[in-house]
């Protein structure tokens, strides 16, 4: 349900528990609940856009043989048409927007997955083309013996087929290729370089932003069809998923929201219609699949294998005038011709940061011979890494390959986690004496340093996320073999500079805020002496004291729920922040006041409000204010602060970064 560059310290798995404890569900045109007392009530109201006064019905049903209370108001009693929380990321030149979309529309989601899952599966595999599709969905358990362990996918991303996973990364098991670049490195990608002699790579332009959501429904029946029948088409399948879409994107019908899985499954559907009628109308040119041409889709970009220079003409004209009939379109600019070899210039760097590294970065515990044969030999640590001749040879690879440090990054991330976990256990190994610690400490310093210098260059949140993993496993294994101080405070500090450096650097815009986040977590982690000093925070979050008062105020306006949450959860209740803390409780009652006035069924004030009713930083007096916003009285917010201690910011000892960033693991972006 959830973006993948969601902040660390937010998911729905709060909610979820809430949802699943009190058997929350929408079924048979009724939202229903499992309450013996109307203690939930207050909640349900608040959550699903329940009118006062709407009467709430109570029934006792016999579930598996337990006597229970199921209460309920019927569906079309809730205000389902509501607005996602939107927030910007770092992409290309002009960032991207993504969405969580509001918690009463996720339930909306869940209920049309459990009810269409095999509709959704069907018309996800009519497409020969499609390489990337839902095929099952995932199963939930698995079991911890040998064939398990061998079949664990500790990287996983997707769910793909003949996986077992410790957590899942979506609903859905997903055929063949987690990312774009595994299909350059497979057989079916080889074959086909050795069948024909050229390939062009073509994208749709802003596909998610472009979609136009009535085309599911023409491309499920068939856009005469669905016209000719307006109010019988909206109770199929394809008008039902159309008007989910709308519902959870404040009705609007061009563009769906980006970042979800399950707007990749509607544009997948849209895109299956393409593929098929692409098939058709190049069978009718006489051109053969497989024989004249090949193409490949990955998501968005086609991948169109040829020999003759008229097929490829004939495909491009084709393939633009479908997509036109579905409101979508060729980035022209972004067409890529390759001829033999067919090899992109990403799979040639891969395969010179790959052998960099592996030259440069190389841990072991090697033995040491004694002069005493009878005394057994000591291991010692070995792993000498000079992070300046790296930096310049990695910096060469890439300016010879002509990629970005951005296409790469999350490759050589990949790697260089793996080498710190090698390290580490060549470390557990040696004798573990002072040389070994040295040897251990300036290891990590030096890739913290490279890792530090090509993040850099591209702060994107994927990026960010796995250099935070990096400091995260670092420190808690310096931690955990009880560094002396000396040894860890050159790490600390180093991790602390940096961090520094980019708050600075990036001080908080449209596009960059989650990233910075990210870093700020992180680095409550390294300990006390390492807190950020109060103007970095205030020039990052674009606070500004006034000279006259000495009062804070934020010109740009109010800040955003991650920034709201991270900040609390960063200060804490820090003595050094408590004018800052005053602040950020004053910006939350104006903005939630604000908020509920112009945007009543908005994502995000909901969130809010549930969020930090039950933070343990903010005072009683501020929790007060903010139920009354909401017209809650000091019964009514008991009411709703008793149904659950945790809805979607994990507060406090309930956050884990390192568990965290490990889930994240499970579902890396694609």
């Known amino acids: 349900m959830l973006p993948f ?100 529309n996720q339930v909306a989601v869940a209920s049309f997955y459990a009810n269409h899952s095999a509709l959704i599966i069907y018309h ?14 995932s199963r939930y358990a698995y079991f911890k013996d040998k064939l398990h362990e061998e079949r ?6 997707l769910e793909e087929e003949n996986r077992e996973y410790e957590q899942l990364g979506s609903y859905f098991v997903y055929r063949k290729y987690r990312n774009i670049h595994r299909f350059f490195e497979s057989y079916k990608y080889h074959r086909s370089e050795k069948k024909y002699d050229a390939m062009v790579q073509i994208d749709v332009s802003k596909c998610f932003d472009s979609i136009y959501t009535h ?29 989910l879409m709308q519902n959870l994107n404040h009705k609007e019908t061009n563009g769906i929201v980006i970042g979800p899985e399950f707007s990749r499954i509607f544009a997948e559907i849209i895109l299956q219609s393409v593929d098929a009628e692409l098939l058709r109308q190049l069978a009718k ?35 633009q005038e479908i997509l036109k009939g579905k409101k979508l379109s060729i980035n022209t600019a972004k067409i890529k011709h390759y001829n033999k070899p067919i090899i992109t210039e990403i799979t040639i760097a891969k395969e010179r940061v790959s052998a960099l590294l592996n030259d440069e970065i190389n841990p072991a515990c090697e033995q040491e011979p004694l002069a005493d044969p009878a005394k057994p030999p000591q291991k010692k640590l070995v792993c000498g890494i000079n992070a300046n001749r790296l930096i310049i040879r990695y910096k060469a690879a890439i300016k010879e390959a002509g990629v970005t440090y951005s296409d790469l990054l999350n490759y050589t991330f990949a790697i260089i986690e793996n080498k710190i976990e090698k390290l580490s256990k060549a470390y557990v190994e040696s004798e573990k004496t002072d040389r070994d610690r040295k040897c251990l400490s300036n290891a990590l310093l030096a890739i913290m340093e490279f890792a530090f210098f090509a993040y850099s260059a591209s702060p994107k949140v994927n990026h960010t996320i796995r250099i935070c993993r990096m400091i995260a496993a670092s420190v808690d294994f310096v931690h955990a073999q009880r560094l002396h101080y000396e040894n860890k405070h050159l790490l600390f500090k180093y991790v602390h500079d940096n961090v520094m450096q980019q708050l600075e650097k990036n001080t908080m ?25 109060v103007s970095v925070l205030l020039r990052h979050f674009l606070i500004q004291e006034e000279e006259k008062t000495g009062n804070y105020i934020r010109p740009t306006g109010f800040m955003n729920h991650f920034s709201i949450t991270i900040l609390l959860s960063y200060i804490k209740h820090k003595v ?17 006041h604000y908020m509920k006035a112009h945007c009543p069924d908005d994502a995000e004030t909901l969130i809010m409000l549930l969020d930090l009713i039950v933070c343990p930083y903010i005072s009683s007096p501020t929790k007060d204010a903010i139920g009354a916003i909401f017209g809650l009285d000091a019964a009514g917010l008991a009411a709703v602060q008793a149904t659950n201690d945790h809805w979607f910011t994990a507060w406090g000892d309930k956050f884990n970064l390192g568990k965290e960033l490990d889930a994240k693991r499970s579902r890396e972006v694609y």
């Open 124 to 137: 996800t595999s009519l497409s020969e083309f499609s390489i990337r599709r839902p095929v099952s969905v």
């Open 152 to 157: 664990l996918d500790s990287v996983a991303g």
């Open 509 to 533: 815009s449209e596009h960059r805020e989650v990233e910075s986040l990210y870093l700020l977590i992180s680095l409550s982690q390294i300990g006390r002496e390492y807190w950020l000093p």
């Open 215 to 243: 085309s599911l429904p023409w491309a499920v029946l068939g856009k005469d069809q669905t016209k000719f029948k307006l109010e019988d088409s909206k109770r199929t399948f394809g008008g039902r998923f159309d008007a």
């Open 5 to 104: 560059e969601v902040p660390p310290t937010f998911s729905n798995r709060g909610y979820y528990r809430f949802l699943r404890d009190n058997s929350v569900e929408i079924e048979k045109g009724q939202l229903r609940w499992v309450c013996e007392t109307d203690a939930l009530d207050r909640t349900m109201q608040l959550l699903f856009g329940i009118k006062a006064g709407t009467p709430i019905t109570a029934e006792a049903v016999t579930e598996w043989g337990k006597e229970k209370t199921r209460r309920s108001v019927p569906y079309n009693k809730c205000e389902m048409a509501t607005i996602p929380f939107n927030f910007r990321v770092a992409h290309n030149l002009d960032g991207r927007t993504l969405s969580v979309v509001h918690p009463r």
């Open 576 to 592: 050094r922040y408590a004018k800052l803390k005053a602040f950020i409780e004053a910006e939350i009652l104006a903005k939630l």
């Open 285 to 319: 040119a006489n051109l053969r699949h497989k024989v004249d041409y090949e193409i490949f889709r990955y998501v968005d970009d086609f991948f169109i294998f040829y020999n003759e220079e008229s097929t490829q003409l004939k495909v491009f004209e084709t393939l």
